[in-house]
């Protein structure tokens, strides 16, 4: 609790000052109302278990906002916060596209409301990559809805901290059979495809000769 105190008052200075409203705050609320009634003892100590879990929910929160504005603006952040989704959601280890150039992301997640794809790159760069994305998972399931969301701050943006919360909330319509079989499909995929370079087709490239007798 000490190291996750240290770590969140780092990222919010502010916390400390919340802590000390929502674990006195109740205490101080109970008593009052204790002396009030005849019985401070009684009412203090549930204003003490109350003060203490008020403290603990606090942090947690407090916490979890400086864990996402310490990673957020990094490449993979999207990822990072997928992961955080609770059961039911699929989420892979790693980007399904990439720019290698610009280190743009695409992540995926799959759940009751069909496959989700989020971006992790400046607007509208990564739109691009993401519209690839869709239409390759559109390929193999024509019929399973696709959501397409672009992390970031201002308008049709969803800041890295609230894109869990932004996820659950999409309207289931698979049933856990469909979810496990979208899945399934969605392996056979594979991995990232790395771009060629324009102008170079690997399946015709030759071995530079001279450069061969040089050495």
Do not use: C
Not at 151 to 168: A, E, N, S, Y
């Amino acid at each position: 609790m000490k190291n996750v105190y240290t770590m969140t008052a780092r990222v919010d200075p502010a916390v400390r000052w919340w802590l000390l409203l929502a674990g006195v705050g109740p205490l101080v609320l109970l008593l009052l109302i204790g002396f009030a009634v005849g019985h401070p003892i009684y009412l203090g100590f549930i204003g003490l278990m109350l003060g203490v879990l008020g403290a603990l929910i606090t942090l947690t929160r407090r916490a979890e906002r400086a864990a996402y504005q310490q990673i957020e603006g990094t490449p993979g952040a999207a990822g990072q916060a997928l992961k955080t989704l609770r059961r039911g959601w699929t989420v892979t280890d790693e980007p399904v596209a990439m720019d290698p150039r610009t280190r743009d992301l695409v992540f995926r997640a799959v759940g009751r409301p069909g496959v989700v794809l989020v971006s992790d790159g400046p607007v509208p760069r990564v739109n691009r990559l993401l519209e690839g994305e869709r239409r390759r998972v559109t390929r193999v399931l024509p019929d399973v809805p696709v959501h397409l969301l672009r992390t970031g701050r201002g308008d049709d943006l969803v800041p890295v901290g609230k894109l869990p919360r932004r996820v659950m909330r999409l309207k289931p319509t698979l049933t856990r059979a469909e979810v496990s079989a979208v899945n399934k499909r969605l392996r056979a995929l594979g991995g990232i495809k790395m771009p060629v370079p324009k102008g170079i087709d690997p399946m015709r490239a030759r071995p530079d000769r001279k450069a061969s007798r040089g050495r």
